[in-house]
């Protein structure tokens, strides 16, 4: 950790009176990151240094991954403290926007977004990896229903006789336990600091928005969205002036060394060498006291006949930790 991201994460500390943990994963084509199980271990270890503490702030930016790692990451960050927050400089889509229903707060400024968390599938069919959405196929069914005008049960079973032609029965199996998953899963956050009986409605809607509401996979949640329309209220707290720019001072420092602002140019990062030795930075996992880095170090290779280029790994993708130095 460089000294000014520290210093930039004491200063959001004690304007949030909380310990601040960043977990950062890059969006950078074609080297991204994701949300997986991988980091649960690397999370403990940031947690025990930690020790238990009132509240913890997860200052959180990534597009999703694997949605079996957001359930044991947000039960064990909450084995530390009484508070939970997430804070969203930018991006905290898919699999992050269901860190941040376990959150007391979401802390969100202007540039946040959540997304819908409603589950895509990818299947090996003849070959090649196709995405389903249950949400396609659930729409499907409705456009031969509600729009065409099929009501009758033979025909609405010709329908989804055609559909199984085209998906295989297996797959809708699949993708219907996966929808059914995540609204258990988004649920069962939510809980976790919605525990009164007069937020039940408050969650019902959260779930239902989140899942099959908002019609598309890729639709960005801006804050007053959050707040109003998908049922979050008071859980969102719009960031202060103060707390908008320390927030934005940290991402744009991780930004810098994840370089998400920059296309990844191998010509140009090869500076007409035979060969160039680089590491991309893909993901952190930081605090005060403890550092989680992962990198991927890659080789650049320029054929000075053919002026052709090629990228080769340059070592074993992986994780390092450093304790900070106070």
């Given at each position: 950790m460089n000294k000014l991201i520290h210093g930039q994460i004491s200063s959001l500390e004690k304007s949030r009176g909380?310990?601040?943990?960043?977990?950062?994963?890059?969006?950078?084509?074609?080297?991204?990151?994701?949300?997986a199980l991988d980091v649960l271990p690397l999370f403990y270890q940031t947690l025990q240094s930690i020790k238990k503490t009132?509240?913890?702030?997860?200052?959180?930016?990534s597009t999703g991954?694997?949605?079996?790692?957001?359930?044991?990451?947000?039960n064990m960050i909450r084995e530390y403290c009484d508070e939970f927050e997430v804070i969203i400089p930018f991006k905290a889509l898919s699999a992050a926007t269901l860190i941040a229903l376990g959150a007391n707060k979401i802390v969100m400024t202007p540039l946040s977004q959540l997304s819908p968390i409603d589950p895509e599938g990818t299947f090996l069919m003849e070959g090649k990896q196709e995405n389903y959405s249950v949400e396609d196929v659930v729409s499907y069914i409705e456009f031969a229903k509600d729009?065409?005008?099929?009501?009758?049960?033979?025909?609405?079973?010709?329908?989804?006789?055609?559909?199984?032609?085209?998906i295989k029965p297996h797959i809708l199996g699949s993708l219907n336990r996966t929808h059914m998953r995540i609204r258990h899963l988004a649920?069962?956050?939510?809980e976790m600091h919605l525990k009164d009986p007069k937020y039940d409605k408050d969650l019902v809607a959260i779930v239902n928005n989140l899942t099959q509401l908002l019609g598309s996979h890729n639709h960005l949640i801006q804050r007053r969205e959050a707040r109003d329309a998908i049922g979050f209220r008071d859980i969102i707290e719009f960031a202060d002036e103060d707390t908008e720019k320390k927030v934005g001072d940290i991402f744009?420092?991780?930004a810098k060394s994840m370089e998400l602002d920059q296309p990844f140019d191998p010509i140009k990062l090869s500076n007409n060498e035979p060969?160039?030795?680089?590491?991309?930075?893909?993901?952190?996992?930081?605090?005060?006291?403890?550092?989680?880095?992962?990198?991927?170090?890659?080789k650049i290779l320029l054929d000075a006949a053919t002026k052709q280029i090629n990228i080769q790994p340059g070592g074993p993708d992986a994780w390092s930790t450093v304790k900070v130095e106070k």
């Open positions: 909380s310990r601040v943990i960043t977990y950062l994963t890059s969006d950078r084509a074609p080297f991204p990151a994701q949300i009132k509240k913890i702030s997860l200052f959180l930016f991954g694997n949605l079996d790692a957001p359930w044991p990451l947000v729009k065409v005008g099929i009501a009758e049960s033979q025909p609405l079973s010709e329908v989804l006789r055609l559909l199984a032609q085209e649920k069962s956050m939510l744009s420092e991780y060969q160039k030795d680089i590491i991309i930075y893909r993901a952190y996992i930081e605090s005060l006291d403890i550092s989680h880095v992962f990198s991927s170090p890659m």
